[in-house]
């Protein structure tokens, strides 16, 4: 038996799918999962595109997604980090907190899980309230499993609470662009999503103190969503379509 125990682990982890989300970049998307109601694709990669691969897994609710940050690999990692929580003004340890920011670039969050399907010969798990950039690798996924995974009166730290929401109203003319971009009923959905993904209010906390009359743009789906802090509300001033590609 070895001696050095860093020297046992030296495996290669292949992305076993990728993720498809309406997330396009990495501002606004919510800082956890299950906070905002909004559907993604899990889609198999090609070396476990099986439907067997999944059999079974539509008895779950609920799934784990392990994956890579793979927009921030190259940025690196630092022993402490600060959460945006604290305003930026605090240091904690990278393995007290949820940073992007890590030695192996892996999260893991719980999702919703719909249905498996099937389309353009790709094995697709459809879920909702993941926290993912469109096209983060996935390299695992598992069922959550309530009587293990759910811990009563856990400590939660610095994240004890789910974040605060904002107000979030629609300029006259944003209603109107929403309501031709979408048909009727996928108009007031759409109205429904971009209202939950900015009441999280995506802006780092050292901005919320202060008077900001920044405009801020979010990509989600095919459009660019543009908005200010009004009277200590967002309002979406106008949408566009995206210029992130
Ligand atoms: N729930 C996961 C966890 O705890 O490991 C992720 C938490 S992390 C704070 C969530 C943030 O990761 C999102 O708000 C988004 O900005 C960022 N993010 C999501 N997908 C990413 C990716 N593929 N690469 C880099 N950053 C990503």
């Not at 993912?132 to 069922?143: F, N």
Request: glycine content about 6%.
């Amino acid at each position: 038996m070895k001696n050095e125990l860093t020297q046992q682990f030296n495996s290669r982890i292949d992305a076993v799918a990728y993720c498809r989300t309406p997330y396009k970049q990495k501002f606004g998307i919510p800082r956890q999962p299950g906070l905002v109601n909004i559907k993604g694709l899990v889609e198999l990669a090609p070396h476990v595109n099986n439907i067997d691969a999944v059999r079974g897994i539509e008895q779950y609710s609920h799934l784990w997604l392990l994956f890579c940050f793979h927009e921030n690999l190259e940025q690196g990692w630092k022993n402490t980090v600060r959460p945006p929580r604290l305003g930026g003004n605090e240091k904690l340890g990278v393995f007290a907190t949820r940073s992007t920011f890590r030695p192996n670039g892996i999260g893991q969050s719980v999702v919703k899980l719909h249905r498996v399907i099937q389309q353009n010969g790709k094995v697709c798990l459809e879920i909702s309230g993941m926290d993912l950039l469109d096209g983060t690798p996935v390299i695992d996924i598992k069922p959550y499993i309530p009587f293990s995974d759910s811990i009563d009166n856990a400590a939660g730290g610095i994240a004890q609470e789910a974040p605060e929401l904002i107000d979030v109203q629609f300029s006259p003319l944003a209603k109107t662009q929403i309501e031709s971009y979408a048909n009727e009923s996928n108009s007031l959905e759409l109205l429904s999503v971009i209202s939950d993904v900015l009441a999280q209010d995506p802006r780092p906390a050292y901005k919320k103190a202060k008077a900001d009359p920044k405009i801020y743009q979010v990509a989600l789906y095919d459009i660019d969503i543009f908005w200010q802090i009004e009277n200590g509300h967002i309002n979406v001033i106008e949408i566009k379509p995206t210029s992130v590609c």
